[in-house]
């Protein structure tokens, strides 16, 4: 075997967030040697970033809520292109995972009787959103951290997968390096478990700024031979910071809205109050992130073409209650006193709803042996998420996928390794090293940024979806050629490079399926097709790997069980109403 050491689990996780914690907590309970690999150290994954809260249905502030009101709210916002049966097991799943996340030592807020409290997030009929101030992604990610460690559950930081190893048609484990030495390590599972994030870093303003969130499962496991999914969905949430240009795009958590914060435009109007009078600055993040649009194209933007976002009316000792990490976030980044003055802000790329078609019951992929959860899983949140649903999602399907790859492990045995694998892994993982090439990394992937922020943002169209297109086809032609300096000891050209693989792989499903969906649907709105599309509203986008391009084909939404089907009956005016009855399409080839 070429020069690469080996270490031999299991499951192997993919991922060191909140759903890959999950997921080897299930995966050890249920028996099986676990190892989670991971790019960032365990204290500091993306899931930090999913500051506002976490939706369950406790009925704490509001005892009328229930999963079945849960349930309507996530596939009515999800314009119905959800997988009713995720969105079902999540609304009924998520109270059990939060409580036992609390047990666990979660910090979440409480009531004087001890009760966990629930605060209003955007579209939610009720009151279900639990929350530690305004920093629960990482108050969850530590609560999981600390269970995994009780556990003994070993974590290997700072490792880039880069390829899944596949045999007789089934997934047996990994290959990557350490992301300082350079070192190359084989890792031979039963199993798999990808929780390897979304793709928000293709944008040039995205909400995640860190060296992470290139779509690298999802190219990894198309590359492998699964199927993608909704690709062409992606959220924008509609508060990113604006100023300065550095921090552009960071989070501004939707709690702040939650906690009664005002959008107003350069007019000081309340813009919300008329596009959507019920719900306000709490409607959807797709309705509100368009709206934020409008005032700026109509000329009411703010200075540095945004809106602003007030909470001052709030009080200083509240906000500092409530909202600490923006108070901090706001004073050490732009030098803004959030109590004093209002914040600047903008839609910002924040989230992949689409990503790896998986079993709904167990985060099972198409490739036997690889199993998916959290973001890098499509599914559950259809054509726009409902803000706290991301943290539901991690725990109750990190759970599953966790569970169902340790039961899994003691059917099979381990396969073999096909080194032909390995040995092509390393000439494409050292070729920008030996190259002769003239292309700078770094320049390509901030060019695929800027195509992809131009050609692939809030508003879309068939000309800008294909002038992007054809530039991702270019820069993958022009990636053969790249040449980065110096050796494998912690050098990030060289792992931008195998960055900008796995992107532009991502982003070609991305912008392939959004040209095919030719109607406005949740995040995806299409200047050229402004309504929905009842047919299209009653299928998913389905790509896979062609002899190294994507080609897509659809597959019928799966239907809702008859008494779920009932909740619509009679939906609400201002919401997406679901698809008139019919037949769904034969699933078919998608020409590209």
Known sequence: MPSARSRVCNVLVIGTGAAGLRAAIAATEAGSQV????????????????????????????????????????????????????????????????????????????????????????????????????????????????????????????????????????????????????????????????ATGGHTRLWRRSSSRRDENYGEGMSLALEAGCRLMDMELVQFHPTGMVLPEEVAGTLVTEAVRGEGGYLTNREGKRFMLEVDPKKKELSSRDVVARAIYKEVQAGRGTEHGGAYLDVRHLGPEKIKKKLPSMYEQFLKLADVDITKQPMEIAPTIHYAMGGLRVEAETGATTLPGLYAAGEAAAGLHGANRLGGNSLSDLLVFGR?????????????????????????????????????GTENTYLLQQQLQKAMQDGAGLAREEKSLKACLDKILELRQRSARIHVPGSRKYNPGWHTARDLRFMLTVAEAIVRAAIERRESRGAHWRLDYLEKDPALGRVNFIAYNDGGHVTLKTRPVPEMPPELAKLFAEPESSSPAPPPAASPPKPQQVRT
């Not at 279900?128 to 530590?142: K, P």
């Not at 569970?403 to 396969?415: C, F, I, N, S």
Request: hydrophobic residues 45%.
């Open 400 to 436: 599953r996928a966790g569970a169902a790859a340790g039961a899994y492990v003691r059917e099979v045995q381990l396969g073999k390794i096909d080194e032909r694998q390995v040995t092509e892994e390393q000439r494409i993982l050292l070729l920008p090293l030996s190259a002769d």
């Open 35 to 194: 190892l989670v690999v991971g790019k960032r150290h365990r204290l500091d994954a993306h899931t930090v970033l999913a500051a506002g809260g976490i939706n369950a249905v406790l009925g704490t502030r509001d005892p009328e809520d229930s999963w079945e009101q849960h349930f309507a709210d996530t596939l009515r916002e999800g314009y119905f292109i959800g997988h009713p049966r995720m969105v079902e097991i999540m609304a009924q799943e998520a109270p059990a995972a939060v409580r036992e996340l609390a047990d666990w030592g979660c910090p979440f807020a409480r009531l004087e009787d001890g009760r966990l409290d629930q605060r209003f997030f955007g579209a939610h009929t009720y009151r279900r959103t639990c929350y530690a101030g305004d920093y629960t992604g990482r108050a969850v990610l530590f609560a999981l951290a600390g269970k995994a460690q009780q556990l003994a559950i070993p974590v290997i930081e700072d490792q880039y997968i880069s390829r899944l190893l596949v045999a007789d048609r089934a997934c047996f484990g990994a290959y990557g390096f350490d992301l300082v030495s350079g070192e190359r390590t084989v890792f031979e599972a039963d199993a798999v478990v990808l």
